[in-house]
């Protein structure tokens, strides 16, 4: 998927005699969901089912159960975000990757809970997932670090994940690293649009609903901020272009 993706354990987790086998079983299931959900979804692989289709090969009627339903996902998204998230491209592609990620993230979270793994911290390219605590049998929560996008080696925050809290994801989305990058639709058609925001991190309960909701804030500025934070269960941290930062007040406390 372009990006680096990894699993941590704690400590405790591999102090056992089987604890090497653990994590490698535990790795190795990670790297199967996202090995299969690339091998489709993928723009950047020729041989992807999402290649074909924006080729012109194949089209969503003739795609697969598994690519329509994520489409499925991705529309309805578009029409509770009031389109900031949307799954077209200014070019006309069909893009999944906008919720792919999440989605691939969440399948891992099953294949770990399968796998009989409670504690364990996933971070997907700066989207984080968590169960459990790094100190099992506690309810000390993990601790997730936002990076200042002014500063790539200075921290703006961190936030808790986990343990007694009821927020386990944490997804930020931004043009820091990647440039413009992040579209809307428009009126009668979808265009790369400019944000107020340089950097949006969201919190939520689960991994899809914060990473989708952080690429609409980044997307819609201050009026989607608005609409997700009254609609949804989030808390989030939003950097300005100026480097101001509006914040909800899980990130203030």
């Known amino acids: 998927m372009g990006t680096v993706i990894s699993l941590a354990l704690p400590a405790g987790a ?34 992807s089912e999402a290649s074909r289709l924006a080729r012109g090969e194949v089209t969503l009627r003739d795609a697969s ?3 329509r339903a994520r489409f499925e996902d991705a529309t309805g998204w578009r029409l509770l975000t009031e389109g900031f998230f949307t799954p077209e491209r200014p070019d006309g592609v069909l893009d999944l990757s906008g919720i792919i990620k999440g989605y ?26 968590v169960s459990g605590s790094p100190a099992p049998g506690t309810a000390t929560p993990w601790m997730a670090g936002i990076v200042d996008p002014q500063d790539r080696g200075t921290l703006l925050s961190g936030f808790p994940l986990g343990g007694n809290g009821s927020f386990v994801a944490l997804a930020t989305s931004g043009t820091a690293e990647r440039g413009d990058h992040i579209w809307r639709a428009g ?10 925001f340089r950097q949006v991190s969201v919190a939520a309960t689960d991994i899809v609903t914060a990473d989708v909701l952080a690429t609409a804030v980044v997307a819609g500025g201050r ?7 009254n609609s949804w269960d989030v808390e989030v941290l939003a950097v300005l272009g100026n480097g101001e930062l509006l914040a909800t007040p899980g990130f203030r406390a």
């Open 14 to 47: 591999n102090s056992t005699p089987d604890g090497g086998l653990v994590l490698e079983g535990a790795a190795a299931a990670v790297e199967h969901v996202f090995t299969g959900l690339d091998e489709m979804f993928s723009l950047y692989r020729p041989d």
């Open 65 to 67: 159960a598994a690519f």
């Open 104 to 129: 691939a993230i969440d399948q891992a979270a099953s294949a770990l809970e399968c796998a009989g793994v409670e504690d364990w911290c996933l971070n997907a390219g700066g989207d984080v997932l």
């Open 187 to 196: 009126v009668g058609r979808t265009e790369f649009r400019r944000t107020e």
């Open 223 to 229: 009026r989607m901020l608005d609409w997700a934070t």
